[in-house]
């Protein structure tokens, strides 16, 4: 597979501050979650990540009715992180079999970035990463 590609409901989770997303509680936790629910729907059930190695292309599209509260920049911070491999992060053991759902290997992998707001009436956002 070259590409995979799905939309998530609501914000994307924002890289903004010292405490990691992955932390318990997190005031981002449901859209941390809500994330790797649909990029592990997109993945299936295969083992590793999609994209284990080489360079990738990330392309985010968010939707929304408003200016969101975040800039681009925390959005596609927070989406590359919760959708690395995250075996470095130590214990995730609050977020149950979804602590294993990776799309690639390290978000370093990210060498071309897309992004733009679109207005619409629902918020929601997709995701698309490529082989580049």
């Not at 859209?31 to 990540?49: F, I, M, N, S, Y």
Request: hydrophobic fraction near 40%.
């Amino acid at each position: 597979m070259t590409e995979i590609s799905f939309w998530v409901q609501g914000l994307p989770p924002a890289k903004n501050e010292a405490k990691s997303m992955f932390a318990a509680g997190h005031c981002y936790a449901d859209r941390v979650l809500a994330l790797l629910h649909a990029a592990r729907k997109a993945l299936g059930e295969g083992p590793g990540p999609l994209f284990p190695d080489g360079p990738l292309a990330l392309d985010v599209v968010l939707e929304s009715p408003a200016e969101p509260p975040s800039d681009a920049t925390n959005y596609l911070g927070g989406i590359a992180d919760v959708l690395e491999s995250k075996g470095h992060r130590g214990p995730l053991d609050h977020l149950g079999e979804l602590a294993s759902v990776a799309v690639y290997g390290n978000d370093r992998q990210i060498q071309e970035v897309h992004y733009r707001r679109e207005p619409a009436d629902q918020i929601r956002y997709h995701v698309r990463l490529s082989r580049r």
